[in-house]
């Protein structure tokens, strides 16, 4: 099983991105996926999840820190998930982690980061 997240860039404060979760060999409908971030210097962050849209109604979940700006989505033709980040600040520079759950569809204890597999980071920059 890999993962690849995709997407990362440079961004202006205040701006929008858009970073991607793809896995090798299946999609990504069947699963709960979720979203984690590492700072600087930081310990890691949970972001989001998205649940199974196959086994459950798909339930999206935020982290309190970025409720409102950032908007986890499946795109159904390609399998993937995304991650739309808009009105980003300096504090949401991090490498970001997209990890999947292979037999839970749900995102129960997501923050926990109780996933099965992990992508490697893309990294995302807000900065002037």
């Known amino acids: 099983v890999q993962l690849q997240a995709s997407g990362g860039g440079l961004v202006r404060p205040g701006g929008s991105l858009t970073i991607s979760c793809e896995a090798s060999g299946f999609t990504l409908d069947d699963h709960a996926v979720g979203w984690f971030r590492q700072g600087p210097g930081k310990a890691r962050e949970a972001v989001s999840c998205?649940?199974?849209?196959?086994?459950?109604?798909?339930?999206?979940h935020y982290d309190l820190s970025v409720a409102g700006r950032f908007s986890v989505s499946r795109d159904e033709v390609k399998g993937t998930v995304s991650l739309r980040m808009t009105e980003m600040k300096p504090e949401d520079t991090a490498a970001y982690f997209c990890a999947v759950r292979m037999s839970v569809a749900d995102c129960r204890d997501w923050r926990q980061g109780s996933f099965d597999y992990w992508g490697q980071g893309t990294l995302v920059t807000v900065s002037s």
């Open positions: 998205i649940a199974s849209s196959v086994r459950t109604a798909g339930a999206k």
